[in-house]
């Protein structure tokens, strides 16, 4: 599947679909998009690197381990849940700065939540892929 | 105060095994005994000090919705039981270090210990029915632990899920029956179901509370025919057997009925039972005692038959009756105890427990020989310790009753005797014998908790009038539910019940004469072999076993479709069932109305659907599948779900490439099915298929709540600060839902990382 | 319309479980897909559907006018689809290591810990 065309396409076709997954992430609260959906494309543009290059490849330029990705997720989403309990309030009550920032209007918890959803998903399907897509072990076999 | 003396144990337990690792073995035995021993004494101040007048409850809420509170009550009762929990204790805790020796099997036995005392204390002290049932239920779960220390033992996994089964149905008849005095009185507390008993006692429930309630004492108590769990559970080890399986674990039945006895006191049915059940049990266990040989075995079923002899004392109901209960059970826990412990100490030094063949130990262990005399001398209820006075009292009591009765107690009475000279006689004072081991005398840790009770055993009958006065005044009353006056003394001159101590001592004297022909009395008689209750507690369990055996079998055959239609053929009858009898079908909204998009939506789906069925290869199902997938978003569109039409399209193109790389390199799908199994599986899901399509109509036959559509819409842009309704409920107003279904994603990651890693390993 | 969504959520149930009766573990793998279809559009259409209008909150008003469609089921489904495919990607994991091992893709081979 790896050919000179997919490779060169690739190059400038992720940082734009990279773009759209967080334009997706923080317009979700007001127009359709949402964490789900932003995490899904992200994933979405890792899948295609390493439909082109191969997963060892997709890994180095990834950085971090698809696992500590969705950790952090749960993280962030855990954070934006405790902070209404900080502030003296329920869990997972929704705080919001009163500042507007621009792009995204507001930012509060559930922003954060949505966040911290979005990386989980996108480490939960770039691991599956990287699982699949992944021949080296099969050649030790 | 109490909550924190009840939670101690339960802290230090975690921390066992830290101690452990610096202190091992009766090091660490020393140091816990702390525990149960800074205990005894801030519960001897507490009875000191106490004054029945002013005994407040002491109220912590937990859950109050449900009327459960962390209520506790230390009257005269609790502390009383307080006392024998921790000062027994602190024997038990400074013999085990020494008995059970160095290890991490050491460590285990005292986590389980603590947990087992802190759930004792919490029985005795809770004054919230619930909350003694946690209690409750702790104790036989720790008990399980402890039965089943050696669990590399057939004999010793036996006896603990015995217990643990016996007592555990004990204990849901318990529950029921508190849920039942809730439902009459509307409380859990048991202080407000004391002081007001009318309603309950006037109540139409109150024949099934007393048999729920007495299921639950019984069982833990182990009164016939319940009674067969306590001497298997002689397979724990010995500090076990004395602590929880004499001294405490198995007075919390007897416990509970004295607790409740002011409640039901005066009824029928209550002291009816509590006699009848009582002195069959205190007959049938000192019949059994006759003919054992083991000493945990003898002074486990002399054990059974005082729990039953404290079971009918309650029974009788009268000041005499509960003053005598209370005196009983207060020189039971410290004879008793530290025969167990002296037990243990001859089995640790000459490694058997067989009495024919033990003797001539007095002078190899002088202190253990001290201890186990002078508790001797208080189960034969000789002059002058408290097992004298109890006795008296005894005797007094039951020549005031029943005849039957009065006979079951003198013949229990010369058996004890006969036992007590068995167990804490004979080993010190028959000819010498060859043991397996060559006898010596233990550390301190093995003589000094049992020099100490049997001593306390002692001076309690010595200051019969004062110190065991003023004791027992505080515990007896409120059991009997009103302040007695009692007056103990140790001599009341030259009486008749004298001379019926004399006459019981000097028989059980002439059964000991005679042992070697009672040790071959045979265990049942005849018949009786098949009414045994502990055949019975066998033929119960087979047939669990057997029903379950054979359900699993039917059921769980290995065969995914066998499991599928179970399910869908269980629904279509259920609900299949409710619409055949309760569905208009002239009610059903037919709308055949379609416009062009949707009829192109259907056609996709239903195309894609068709294809995956009947594809030949893989690939083209595959392909099929994500068809109707883009069909389905294809609906979301049409009816104004533009997020999940955005997350249908991701995810379809998705799983398509998940699909693609897992299964791209393999061959075309086998013929597996033949055309018979497919007609009979097209049947099936077609029924399911018509099935749904109707749950539909019939849903749109309801009237529809719009109440959570419009709650969302109108508080969407003031309270989540979105106008996206969709993303707002997800990320603010059921977050929560939202938190646990990504941790279900990272889940199934986490799910798949183990099983390339597992494959791996493997190979 | 509503017999229209009630047919075709029919249709889908019926393959969903026609496939998930088969002895290939991937037909069962796309059988359960299918199913997850059928419960997602079941959920939509008894939760009531309005045509055209989604639930947004229009600039420069409070809440959404009437008739738009209703957000609940909306958010149920969509947590659905992501954790469906969740399941779904853990199934073909599953199904790749197991054909690995048994080179089989027969349930029927399956039944037994034992290896063949």
Do not use: C
């Amino acid at each position: 599947m790896s050919t000179l065309i997919l490779r060169t396409a690739v190059k400038y076709i992720i940082p734009g679909m990279f773009l759209f997954s967080l334009f997706l992430l923080f317009r979700g609260h007001n127009e359709p998009g949402g964490g789900f959906v932003g995490g899904l494309v992200a994933a979405a543009a890792i899948i295609l690197y390493t439909l082109a290059n191969g997963v060892e490849k997709a890994e180095k330029m990834l950085h971090v381990s698809p696992q500590k990705l969705i950790a952090a997720g749960l993280l962030v989403a855990l954070l934006a849940g405790i902070t209404g309990w900080i502030a003296g309030k329920e869990f997972m009550t929704g705080i919001w700065l009163d500042l507007p920032i621009p792009v995204m209007g507001k930012f509060g918890t559930p922003v954060l939540f949505d966040i911290g959803v979005y990386l989980l998903v996108t480490g939960m399907v770039v691991k599956v892929i990287f699982t699949l897509a992944d021949t080296r072990e099969e050649g030790n076999q | 105060m109490t909550l924190f003396q009840i939670l101690i144990p339960f802290l230090v337990a975690p921390f066992v095994p830290l101690i452990g690792k610096k202190r091992e073995g009766r090091e660490l035995g020393i140091i816990l005994a702390f525990i149960p021993f800074l205990l005894f004494i801030s519960f001897l101040f507490e009875f000191i000090n106490l004054k029945p007048a002013t005994i407040t409850p002491e109220i912590y809420q937990w859950i109050p919705s449900i009327g459960v509170d962390l209520a506790f009550r230390s009257d005269g009762l609790s502390l009383l039981f307080g006392l024998i929990i921790t000062g027994i204790g602190t024997a038990v805790f400074l013999f085990a270090g020494g008995y059970l020796g160095k290890g991490m099997e050491t460590v285990k036995f005292y986590i389980y210990i603590l947990i087992f005392m802190g759930a004792m204390l919490g029985i005795v002290f809770s004054d919230n029915l619930l909350l003694l049932f946690i209690f409750w239920e702790l104790t036989s779960f720790s008990s399980f632990l402890l039965i089943g220390f050696k669990h590399k033992y057939l004999a010793s996994r036996y006896a603990a899920l015995q217990a643990l089964l016996v007592t555990g149905i004990g204990g849901l008849s318990l529950l029921a029956g508190v849920i039942l005095i809730n439902s009459v009185t509307g409380t859990f507390s048991i202080s407000a179901i004391i002081s007001d008993p009318s309603m309950l006692r006037e109540s139409s429930l109150l024949v099934p509370i007393i048999i729920l309630i007495l299921g639950g004492a019984f069982t833990k108590s182990a009164q016939v025919p319940f009674h067969f769990w306590l001497p298997n559970a002689m397979e724990a080890p010995t500090p076990v057997s004395a602590y929880l399986h004499s001294a405490t674990m198995v007075k919390a039945g007897v416990f509970l009925v004295a607790r409740l006895n002011p409640v039901f006191t005066g009824i029928g049915l209550w002291n009816d039972s509590l006699m009848i059940f009582g002195g069959a049990t205190m007959v049938v266990g000192a019949f059994l005692a006759l003919k054992q040989t083991d000493l945990k075995k003898i002074l486990a079923y002399t054990t059974l038959s005082v729990l039953g002899t404290l079971i009918m004392l309650t029974g009788y109901g009268s000041e005499i009756a509960l003053t005598t209960m209370i005196v009983y059970l207060t020189a039971h826990a410290l004879y008793k105890g530290t025969l167990f412990l002296t037990a243990g100490a001859i089995d640790h030094s000459t490694g058997t427990r067989d009495v024919r063949i033990l003797g001539g130990l007095l002078k190899k262990m002088p202190f253990t020989a001290y201890a186990g005399i002078v508790a001797a001398f208080s189960m034969a209820g000789i002059i002058p310790m408290v097992g004298f006075v109890g006795k008296e009292l005894l005797y007094e009591t039951a020549m005031s009753g029943e005849p039957a009765l009065f006979f079951g107690v003198l013949f229990a009475g010369v058996i004890m005797v006969y036992s007590a000279i068995q167990a804490g006689i004979h080993p010190y004072f028959a000819p010498e014998k060859e043991t397996p081991l060559s006898p010596h005398e233990g550390d301190f840790t093995l003589t000094a908790g049992t020099v100490t009770a049997a001593t306390m055993g002692l001076i309690l009958g010595i200051l019969a009038s004062n110190l065991l006065t003023g004791m027992v005044s505080l515990a007896v009353s409120p059991v009997a539910g009103k302040t007695v006056d009692v007056s103990l003394g140790l001599w009341h001159g030259f009486n008749i019940i004298l001379l019926l101590s004399l006459g019981t001592i000097i028989a059980g004297y002439g059964l000991y004469t005679v042992r070697e022909k009672l040790y071959l009395l045979p265990q049942v008689y005849g018949p009786l072999e098949y009414l045994m209750p502990s055949k019975l507690y066998d033929k119960a369990l087979n047939l669990l076993m057997f029903t379950a055996r054979g359900q699993t079998s039917f059921f769980q055959n290995g065969y995914l479709r066998n499991y599928i239609i179970t399910i869908f053929a269980t629904a279509l009858l259920l609900v299949g069932g409710y619409f055949f009898y309760h569905l208009d079908l002239t009610e059903l909204v037919i709308d055949p109305s379609m416009e062009m998009y949707e009829a192109i939506a259907g056609v996709v789906i239903i195309a894609g659907a068709i294809i995956a069925t009947v594809a030949k290869s893989r690939l083209y199902a595959v392909m099929a599948l994500g068809i109707t997938g883009l069909g389905v978003a294809l609906v979301f569109i049409l009816y104004g779900a533009p997020d999940l039409a955005l997350t249908q399209l991701s995810i379809e193109t998705l799983s398509v490439i998940l699909f693609v790389l897992a299964i791209y390199k393999l061959p075309k799908f086998l013929k597996l099915s033949n055309r018979n199994s497919k007609i009979r599986d097209l049947i099936i899901a077609s029924t399911m298929g018509v099935f749904i399509t109707f749950v539909i109509l019939a849903v749109y036959v309801h009237e529809h709540s719009t109440e959570l559509k419009n709650f969302f819409a109108a508080e969407s842009l003031p309270g989540g600060k979105g106008r996206n309704i969709v993303n707002v409920i997800l990320v603010d107003f059921r977050a929560i839902d939202t938190m646990g279904e990504i941790m279900v994603l990272g889940i199934a990651a986490i799910g798949i990382f183990g099983l390339v890693k597992l494959v791996r390993k493997g190979g | 319309m509503i017999l229209f969504l009630a047919l075709i959520t029919g249709i889908l149930t019926t393959v969903g479980i026609f496939l998930i009766l088969r002895r290939s573990l991937v037909k069962v793998i796309l059988g359960l897909a299918f199913l997850g279809h059928a419960a997602n559009m079941l959920i939509f259409t008894i939760g009531r559907i309005t045509k055209g209008k989604a639930a947004f909150v229009p600039e420069g008003s409070l809440s959404p006018f009437e008739p738009f469609a209703d957000p609940l089921p909306q958010a149920l489904i969509l947590t659905a689809i992501v954790i469906g495919f969740g399941v779904q990607a853990f199934l073909i994991v599953l199904f790749k290591q197991n054909y690995k091992s048994l080179k089989s893709d027969d349930l029927d081979n399956m039944n037994t810990t034992d290896m063949l």
